[in-house]
């Protein structure tokens, strides 16, 4: 007897995209792809304790839910020649199939970011359908209420299905008017997976890795667009700590705790050559390529005390002109802590607090706990610690800010 419920959460995160990608091709309706998936995985829990996990789960979940669709369509008897197309085919391929669809997620990125949309609802949407997030999830990430998420998703679902955007790749005379929220959405989605917003891990590596993956074959389809190169760098890079980031136990291990001697180098080089690849066209450095530069300089330092702090605040401030957010500008003020003293960086972090930017993230009050450690505020630093704790919706990430609490 297995955990169904385990083992079929598993195999829907991992493979949820790719699912609901072959079955919106095939049905031209994502509300229709997403009822179908979801009654294949009634089936899976009801008959996997029994006759075991298929060796290709998610082929075996694509395959349950084609053959609702067909014979959903037969029940409304409509079996024009698209059915027998299909049903050939389904026929035919059998789960061999699932060999062709490694691009298919790509595909659905972009299907999800046609210009129909809205900038915010193409990037809802595709954290949902595409990287699997429930709307609390996404809803951490870009700071807005939950109900607004939802909201977006089901008034995006509606506009692709009134607009009939087609369940195809678009040519790539239509890239570039997508570009920029399929770059969005594969960051966010890996960003999902370096530091989990939610649960009881503090990475989620498959997350990370499909949008690594995802980044890698974008970059190779628009070669002389460098902000797909930088950002490919910037996951490169972020991605080879992963080794050190995580405990035997599950516990999280911050930068300055980490055996650098585990960080993947090889991956660090492909990171390095990314971003040459970015410069190399010319046209100066955007967003990512410049959170791959910060990123570089993690990469190779030996050390925290060796970094290149003074280069890290140049390119924080760079990045604040080019993108700016309060993130951005709390990550200016840690660096600036770290080149010119905690006081310094105190004054950045404040100025965020007084103009209420990050009211309800733990992020503001986590580093500002930790600059009233480095000057002996003990007490105001455990108060801010503490607030952060609570405030944090990963439990991994609790527990080192109320172990950071107790130390002091």
């Not at 977006?152 to 790539?172: M, N």
């Not at 498959?206 to 074959?217: D, F, K, Q, V, Y």
């Not at 002389?224 to 599950?250: I, K, N, T, Y």
């Amino acid at each position: 007897m297995i955990d169904a419920r385990r083992t079929v959460d598993a195999v829907w995160r991992i493979e949820s995209a790719r699912i609901v990608s072959t079955l919106a091709k095939m049905t031209g309706d994502f509300g229709l792809a997403e009822d179908l998936a979801q009654e294949a995985v009634v089936d899976a829990l009801a008959q996997w304790p029994v006759s075991g996990v298929p060796q290709n789960a998610g082929a075996w979940l694509t395959a349950v839910a084609k053959r609702k669709a067909i014979d959903g369509w037969r029940r409304r008897q409509r079996l024009d020649e698209r059915y027998r197309a299909m049903a050939h085919d389904l026929d035919e391929a059998g789960d061999g199939e699932w060999q062709l669809i490694d691009d298919s997620v790509l595909r659905l990125v972009f299907i999800t970011c046609h210009p129909v949309l809205s900038r915010e609802a193409q990037v809802a949407l595709t954290l949902r359908v595409v990287g699997g997030l429930t709307t609390e999830e996404i809803a951490r990430m870009l700071l807005v209420p939950v109900p607004t998420v939802q909201q977006r998703i089901v008034r995006a679902k509606k506009t692709l299905a009134a607009a009939q955007v087609p369940f195809e790749a678009p040519d790539p005379n239509e890239w570039s008017s997508r570009l920029g929220a399929v770059l969005g959405v594969v960051y966010l989605t890996f960003t999902e997976g370096y530091a989990a917003t939610s649960g009881d891990r503090w990475i989620r590596p498959e997350l990370a890795n499909e949008a690594l993956r995802l980044g890698r074959l974008l970059a190779e389809l628009v070669p002389r667009e460098p902000e797909a190169h930088g950002l490919v760098a910037l996951m490169e890079f972020q991605a080879s700590r992963f080794a050190a980031r995580v405990a035997h136990d599950g516990t999280a291990i911050l930068l300055t705790d980490q055996d650098r001697s585990r960080w993947d180098h090889a991956q660090i080089r492909r990171g390095r050559a990314a971003l040459l690849r970015a410069d190399g066209v010319g046209r100066g450095r955007a967003s990512y390529g410049l959170q791959a530069a910060i990123a570089e300089c993690h990469a190779v330092a030996p050390s925290i005390d060796d970094t290149y702090w003074d280069r890290i605040v140049l390119l924080y401030e760079a990045l604040g002109r080019l993108a700016p957010s309060p993130v951005v500008e709390l990550n200016r003020a840690v660096a600036v802590s770290m080149a010119t003293g905690p006081a310094n960086a105190l004054r950045i972090v404040d100025q965020l607090a007084f103009d209420g930017a990050l009211r309800g993230s733990h992020l503001l009050p986590s580093v500002r706990g930790e600059l009233l450690a480095r000057l002996g505020r003990t007490e105001e630093a455990r108060s801010e610690l503490l607030t952060a704790a609570r405030l944090a919706t990963n439990e991994r990430e609790s527990a080192v800010l109320r172990a950071k609490a107790a130390a002091l």
